[in-house]
C-alpha cells in the first residue's frame, strides 16, 4: 500500500493540471507574446498589362527565329526565341513605366545545306502599346496556271515593215517568245519569224514595237501547225491608248523591263498568263527608245503592268495590277544626302516625296552556294522617323558569331512613292495577313549607296 502512495499522488497532480488549462479563458490577443511578422493578408501580387501580343505562324523547322524589342530610346525590354505556333504576351507590371511607342526587330538565321550562314534582320519601329500581331510566311503565287505542251508551231512574214526594235509573241496562256531588232531606223524591209510555237488556244497576238516609235500589233484566229502566214505591215492596227514613259537623261545604261500582260474577264489576274502586249528586258542607254510608249486596249479592263530601270546609281520599279496606270513618271535628278548613316539613327535629306522607307546594311564575305556569310538588316518606318535602335542582344551575338552587326556598310534606301504607307505594310503583314496577296502593286525608287 505504501508503494502505491506515489504513483496516486502523481495521477491527482496530472489531473489538476488539464483541468486547469480547460478553465483559462482564451487569449484575446494570440500573437501576444510572438515576434513581429512582414505578412500583411491585405496585401496583393502587382497585377501585369500585356503591352505586345506576338504569334507565332511561319515555318520556323529550317530557321532560328528570335523577336526583340527595344523603346523608342533604343533601351531594350524584352527578347526571346519562337517557334511555329507560340503566343508571347509581353508584360510589365501596371505600377511600372508601360512601353507605348516600341521598335518590334524579327531576327532570323539559316544555315543552309549549300553551306551559307544568312542573318536577316528585320526592324519597325514606331509600333504602339496593346498591338497583336500574327507573323505568317509571305503570300505565294496562286493565280498562274501552267498550260500544256505545243501542238505545233507557224510562221509568219511580215511585209514591207518598218524595222523593228521589238516583237512579242503571246497567247491568252501567256508570253512565248520575243525578238529584237535589227533596229534600222525608218528603213522598211520584210520581216521573217519561223517556229513561233502555238498552244491550244489556236491563237497568236503579234505585237510590233518599230524604229520610228510606233507600236502596233495583230491578232491571228484560229491558226494550224505548219501554217505559213504572210502580213503586210499596213495590216496592224494601232492600240486605242498609249502610256508614253520618258527615260532619264542621265548618259548612263539602264536594265530596262517592261511588261504588260492583259487579262479577259473570265481569267484571274496573274504574272505570267493573259496576252502580253510587251515583254521587253534590254540594255538600253539614254535616249534609245525615247519617250518609252505601252499600249493598252479597251477591250481589256484587267492588266499586269510592269516597268522597272536599274543601273549602278539606282532603280526605279513600278508595278500595278488592275486598271491601266494613269501615268508612269520616273524621278529625274532624284538627290539624296545622307546625314548619319548609322543604324542606330539613319537621317537623310532628299527631292523626292515618298509615303515609306526601306532602309537596308549589309555585309558579306564567302562566295553563294559554297562558304557565303552575309548578314542583312533592314529598318522600314514612315517618312522621316526610322526610330533609334539598340544593341541586338548579347545573347544573341554570342550564339551567332558570324553575326558581324559591326560590320555592316550602308547599302541602299528605297522610297515607295505609291501605293502603300507605313501603317498600311503594318496592317497588312501583321495585323490582318489575311489580306496579304503576292499580287501587290508598289512603285519605289531606291538609291545605292
Known sequence: MKNLFPLLLGILFICY???????????PNPTEGEGPTTENPDEQEPEMVTYFTFEALTNTGETDDWIIIHDENGVLVDFRPFEFGDIFEFQVSEEEPQPDNFTITLFNYKNSVEGEMLHTIKSYPNISAESNWRHTPNAKANNEVQRGSTIGSVSITVND???????????????????????????????????ISIYQEEM????????????KYYSIENISDGEEIILNYSDFQSYDSYLEVNLPQDGASHNLLAVVNAFE???NISVSNGIHFYFIIDIVDSGYTDPLKLGYLDAYSKYHSVLSLNNDS???????????PNEISIPNDATINVLDESISNYQFETNLDFQMQDVSWEVTEG??????????????????NSGTFGEIPEEIQATYPNLKIEDLNLTATTLHLDFITYPDLLQVEFINPELKSYYKSHEYFRFKH
Open 367 to 384: 562566295e553563294r552556294y559554297v562558304d557565303l556569310i552575309q548578314t542583312n538588316w533592314n529598318i522600314i518606318s514612315a517618312p522621316g
Open 265 to 267: 474577264e473570265n481569267q
Open 204 to 215: 497568236l497576238f503579234y505585237s510590233f514595237y518599230d524604229s520610228n516609235n510606233d507600236v
Open 314 to 324: 539606282y532603280a526605279y520599279s513600278l508595278v500595278k495590277f488592275g486598271d491601266k
Open 161 to 195: 515593215a518598218i524595222s523593228p526594235k521589238y516583237q512579242f509573241f503571246s497567247d491568252r496562256g501567256g508570253f512565248i517568245q520575243s525578238d529584237y531588232g535589227p533596229d534600222f531606223e525608218g528603213v522598211t524591209q520584210n520581216i521573217f519569224n519561223e517556229n
Open 17 to 27: 493540471g488539464c483541468s486547469k488549462d480547460e478553465s483559462q479563458p482564451p487569449n
